[in-house]
T-cell receptor, first 113, second 117 residues
Framework: AQKVTQAQTEISVVEKEDVTLDCVYE???????LFWYKQPPSGELVFLIR??????QNEISGRYSWNFQKSTSSFNFTITASQVVDSAVYFC??????????FGTGTRLTIIP | DAGVIQSPRHEVTEMGQEVTLRCKPI?????LFWYRQTMMRGLELLIY????????DSGMPEDRFSAKMPNASFSTLKIQPSEPRDSAVYFC???????????????FGPGTRLTVL
């Protein structure tokens, strides 16, 4: 079985601050894939990133960056210089072996103008 | 390219009525997924098709739920009879899956918000 834990239920930061969303996962598979999705107030789920278990390089995309550490089973997401448009629920997800895509419970991020 | 298309976007129905949700996956994608999102249970997979064949329907709540994928560009999720506890947002997602256990990202449709009175 696999599990994704997003311990932060809600986070509020003032605009332009940096914020990190935590994601810790559990799996017995040696090959697995990690994902982040964004769900803005409009409700759709937007794909942000996919990372496989053999690629521990950190990734940066504009103001977004991801830190993957197998040693701590974490795949954290940082938004630099946050903006109001970043307000959303963010989901971390995991898929490995013959398992289905397992989502965390999400972190609701509110950026205060 | 168009994304995943779902219809209707909103559905309000009365208990006992049949509800049919529709999905058109992204062209070229060979896997299709139906999810349900509620406050209590979060996002849960209902059923997963690969090359139009149902692979995993273990998440389908009960016999009232059924799903079909008659061709690569269309799928339906049917609830008959509907009950108030079925009220949720239903998402369809698609992905291009290669052989083995290489899992690509799933792209989600806008969802159908179902309210059963």
């Amino acid at each position: 079985a696999q599990k994704v834990t997003q311990a932060q239920t809600e986070i509020s930061v003032v605009e332009k601050e940096d914020v990190t969303l935590d994601c810790v996962y559990e799996t017995r598979d040696t090959t697995y894939y990690l994902f982040w999705y964004k769900q803005p107030p409009s409700g759709e789920l937007v794909f942000l990133i996919r990372r496989n278990s053999f690629d521990e390089q950190n990734e940066i995309s504009g103001r977004y960056s991801w830190n993957f550490q197998k040693s701590t089973s974490s795949f954290n997401f940082t938004i630099t210089a946050s903006q109001v448009v970043d307000s959303a629920v963010y989901f971390c997800a995991l898929r490995g072996g013959n398992e289905k895509l397992t989502f965390g419970t999400g972190t609701r991020l509110t950026i205060i103008p | 390219d168009a994304g995943v298309i779902q219809s209707p976007r909103h559905e309000v129905t009365e208990m006992g009525q049949e509800v049919t949700l529709r999905c058109k996956p992204i062209s070229g994608h060979n896997s299709l997924f139906w999810y349900r999102q509620t406050m209590m249970r979060g996002l849960e997979l209902l059923i997963y098709f690969n090359n139009n064949v149902p692979i995993d329907d273990s998440g389908m709540p009960e016999d009232r739920f059924s799903a079909k994928m008659p061709n690569a560009s269309f799928s339906t999720l049917k609830i008959q009879p509907s009950e108030p506890r079925d009220s949720a947002v239903y998402f369809c997602a698609s992905s291009r899956e290669t052989s083995g256990r290489t899992y690509n990202e799933q792209f989600f449709g806008p969802g159908t918000r179902l309210t059963v009175l």
